[in-house]
């Protein structure tokens, strides 16, 4: 087993704040750490805020939150040059930072989605053509509302893919509940680890080589797909993410080897976003039932 004490660490930091989502926890900081984005889709309430600001923090980053409303413009989020003494001036806006919240994004128009989702890609913001680096590391944790909610605007099947992986805040049990209505504080979350820290996993991660078995697997559940009467198909991107995801996930759980199982806890988040059904759930039991029992695991 590895000593990955620092993820330990992160865990244990985000859980203070963050009641009864550890799976969680630990796929965000697995996507992170393989230079990926994350999609939350739950009900105003539910400690996306939390989730994503104690993330940053305990890994030393510079958190930036971008609320998303129907009148957002472009300029409002990259930035905008400004004229003075006949001299152009950049200011930047709020994705100038490590880890963006971008909260709602679902309620913004579809030209600022794009414009959002395009540097969020590049990780680059280009205005009145100069291009300007945005920080590293870089990474983006969005939420949107379920798609019934009033004021929504659906992002498209290309925006999705762009995301490494999504889920919902885990239900609390009754106690959980408890917990968090008998410590109601307002504590300030610290940051308690550095990029230097950070940095390390991320080439501890890299290290990490998936063996033939691993990438037969995943080569597997993509023809199946392919070959099936689906009516989605994985993209190159998509075969990636899982691929770097897959080591990511075997690290923050303490091994230095990937398994094909690793693949198996870690695809339901990779494809959730990238089928459509009536529900997430479906969704989810589909996944299970119809690709992961089907497919079989080479040996």
């Not at 750490?33 to 994350?38: M, R």
């Not at 990259?78 to 709020?94: D, H, M, S």
């Not at 989702?117 to 990780?123: D, G, L, V, Y």
């Not at 909610?149 to 009754?174: A, C, H, K, Y």
Request: aromatic share 10%.
């Amino acid at each position: 087993m590895l000593k990955t004490s620092s993820i330990q660490t992160a865990i244990n930091d985000i859980s203070n704040y963050v009641v009864g989502n550890e799976q969680r926890i630990k796929l965000a900081l697995a996507a992170i750490l393989s230079e990926g984005s994350i999609l939350i889709e739950d009900a105003p309430g539910s400690g996306k805020t939390t989730f994503a600001k104690a993330t940053a923090l305990s890994l030393g980053l510079d958190f930036k939150r971008i609320q998303f409303t129907g009148d957002l413009l472009p300029s409002d989020i990259l930035g905008f040059n400004i004229i003075e003494e006949n001299q152009t001036r950049f200011n930047p806006g709020p994705i100038f930072g490590n880890l963006i919240l971008a909260d709602e994004l679902n309620r913004a128009s579809p030209k600022t989605q794009s414009a959002f989702m395009e540097c969020m890609e590049e990780k680059a913001v280009t205005i009145d053509g100069k291009r300007y680096e945005l920080p590293r590391p870089f990474f983006v944790l969005a939420t949107q509302n379920p798609s019934d909610f009033s004021g929504t605007s659906l992002l498209p099947e290309s925006q999705l893919d762009r995301f490494m992986v999504s889920f919902n805040m885990s239900p609390l049990s009754i106690e959980e509940e408890r917990a968090i209505l008998e410590n109601q504080k307002n504590i300030q979350i610290q940051s308690t680890q550095s990029h230097y820290v950070f940095e390390q996993d991320q080439e501890a991660v890299l290290q990490i080589k998936n063996n033939h078995v691993t990438l037969d697997y995943i080569q597997n559940i993509s023809s199946f797909i392919k070959n099936g009467n689906f009516e989605f198909q994985l993209s190159t991107r998509c075969l990636i993410y899982l691929t770097n995801l897959s080591k990511a996930w075997a690290y923050v759980n303490g091994r230095d080897f990937v398994s094909p199982k690793d693949v198996q806890e870690i695809l339901p988040y990779v494809l959730r976003h990238r089928i459509q059904h009536n529900s997430k759930y479906q969704t989810e039991v589909f996944i299970q039932n119809e690709i992961i029992k089907k497919v079989q695991v080479p040996y």
